[in-house]
């Protein structure tokens, strides 16, 4: 199954509403999870099952969609939000993610 | 609570590595486990996995036949052996650890898998 997310690459302001697309290639139920990467740093889990928000994460992140189309929105972007995003889906081995998308804050 | 990586370096060509990581402050015994790997300035790539109790194990096609994962419960650890490495196996390698099934309300999902555990990686380099 490939995955490919919309926009590569994103610059916004501080207290943007912003939102990363994920396609799937094939329907994947909802299972489809959100990573963040800051540079150096190791990916952290921001949402599981398309809407499920991990444990300490800010509730300024939210997941929507399933079968084929998922979004990640951050309902207010702050600074610290600036990395790379990767969606993911675990419905078929191999359990493969998106390209990544940089979000950049202006 | 986390998993440390070791065991990476540089190897030739053809060569063989064998990966460790040590979980600590969890039931690592109640987990699937997998490896990720990110190649220089690219992506994620998911590599392989390992179910709770060691009895099931997936591979990426890519490294199918030159790669073996495994697990020592008792020792906590997780391994990635890795040999006939190719240039394109360099990157930095990360342990997950893995839960499986969720439910939401009235619907469950007992297959979905996700990373909620990362460990800070550890960079292999095939080069001549």
């Known amino acids: 199954i490939q995955m490919t997310q919309s926009p590569s690459s994103l610059s916004a302001s501080v207290g943007d509403r912003v939102t990363i697309t994920c396609r799937a290639s094939?329907?994947?139920?909802?299972?489809l999870n959100w990573y963040q990467q800051k540079p150096g740093k190791a990916p952290k889990v921001l949402i599981y099952?398309?809407?499920t928000l991990q444990s300490g994460v800010p509730s300024r992140f939210s997941g929507s969609g399933s079968e084929t189309d998922f979004i990640l929105t951050i309902s207010s972007l702050q600074p610290e939000d600036s990395a790379i995003y990767y969606c993911q889906q675990s419905y078929t081995i191999p359990h493969t993610f998106g390209q990544g998308t940089r979000l950049e804050i202006k | 609570v986390q998993v440390v990586e070791s065991g990476g370096g540089l190897v030739q060509p053809g060569g063989s590595l064998r990966l460790s990581c040590a979980a600590s402050g969890f039931i690592f015994s109640d987990y699937w486990m997998t490896w990720v790997r990110q190649a220089p300035g690219k992506g994620l790539e998911w590599v392989a996995n390992i179910r709770d109790d060691g009895n099931e194990k997936y591979y990426l096609d890519s490294v199918k036949g030159r790669f073996t994962i495994s697990r020592d419960d008792a020792e906590r650890s997780l391994y990635l052996q890795m040999n006939s490495l190719r240039d394109e196996d360099t990157a930095v390698y990360y342990c997950a650890r893995t839960p499986k099934g969720h439910c939401n309300g009235s619907t469950c999902w007992p297959n979905l898998k996700w990373f909620d555990l990362w460990g800070q990686g550890t960079l292999v380099t095939v080069s001549s």
């Open positions: 094939l329907r994947i139920n909802s299972h």
């Open positions: 099952a398309a809407s």
